[in-house]
């Protein structure tokens, strides 16, 4: 794995980069206790968000080394608030973290959640993406460099789906502003990257749904109704779980999982477009 092209810590050698006023922030975690919710906190410069975990997405708002900075934070990659999460800073994030702890060995499966949650938002997902590292204080002598060469081919992947793109925070060392203002500063690079742009999953979305005249996204003129309780059914059917129910799946019938996948990507983008007293009627 080459990351010679990259300065320390992921940044990114060379190139042109931006200096954003406002910058939009989704933080996502792929297993409970990542300093997810920690790394918020150290971002903003305060304790904005509840270590405990939470059920739904928390925004909080502040002013970072005279930027406007807005962060949210998503429970620990709940799929039906991962679809939410880029909509709650509109039009989109700048970036969104994935992050990750160094102590704690990353396996080949934990790969595989998380690319399936984060896909959920669309395949171009990956390219907003930045992976965080957090409990930086482990890494002792080590660089994250070497961590990362050290870890196998399990991270080493996850890394470069990223584009080599990542950093490193102490959140024990919440007083040391340049980690933060380097992170920043990353984002600044990511956002030049690709032209300026932000991530933003209605639009994929509405371009991926082409066929669709343009007037029904200003007025929906079809007869939908209760989208929002198909939602957490099709979570069930394909994997997720139903907090009302504690239904985790287990379930499910063989290879219907991928059918209930994709109508879950579908209609959890779609729900953003109508009200919650909303119902689709599918024929079939």
Request: with cysteine; aromatic share 6%.
């Amino acid at each position: 794995m080459d990351l010679s092209k990259f300065g320390e810590e992921g940044g990114l050698a060379g190139g042109d980069s931006l200096h954003l006023s406002e910058l939009r922030i989704v933080l996502l975690g792929y297993r409970g206790g990542s300093g997810k919710s920690s790394a918020g906190n150290t971002i903003l410069g305060r304790e904005e968000f509840d270590l405990r975990t939470a059920a739904q997405c928390v925004k909080r708002q502040g002013e970072v080394a005279g930027r406007q900075v807005t962060v949210v934070d998503t429970p620990e990659l709940v799929k039906q608030e991962i679809v939410f999460s880029a909509s709650l800073c509109p039009p989109g994030p700048h970036t969104l973290f994935l992050v990750i702890r160094v102590d704690v060995s990353f396996k080949e499966e934990e790969t595989n959640a998380a690319e399936d949650h984060l896909e959920l938002l669309s395949e171009r997902v990956w390219s907003h993406t930045i992976v965080l590292f957090t409990h930086g204080d482990c890494l002792r002598d080590k660089t994250i460099e070497q961590h990362i060469q050290r870890e196998g081919k399990a991270l080493q992947w996850l890394v470069e789906k990223c584009g080599n793109r990542f950093h490193v925070l102490n959140n024990k060392n919440s007083g040391d502003v340049t980690q933060v203002t380097e992170l920043l500063e990353k984002i600044d690079e990511l956002v030049a990257a690709n032209s300026g742009d932000v991530f933003n999953p209605e639009r994929d979305y509405k371009e991926g749904m082409n066929w669709i005249p343009e007037e029904m996204w200003k007025k929906p003129s079809l007869p939908l109704k209760g989208a929002h309780s198909i939602y957490p059914l099709l979570l069930s059917m394909s994997g997720g779980s139903r907090p009302e129910t504690g239904y985790d799946g287990s379930e499910q019938m063989s290879g219907f999982g991928s059918v209930a996948e994709s109508l879950l990507r579908l209609v959890g983008r779609m729900l953003r477009f109508f009200p919650e007293n909303t119902v689709i009627k599918i024929k079939c």
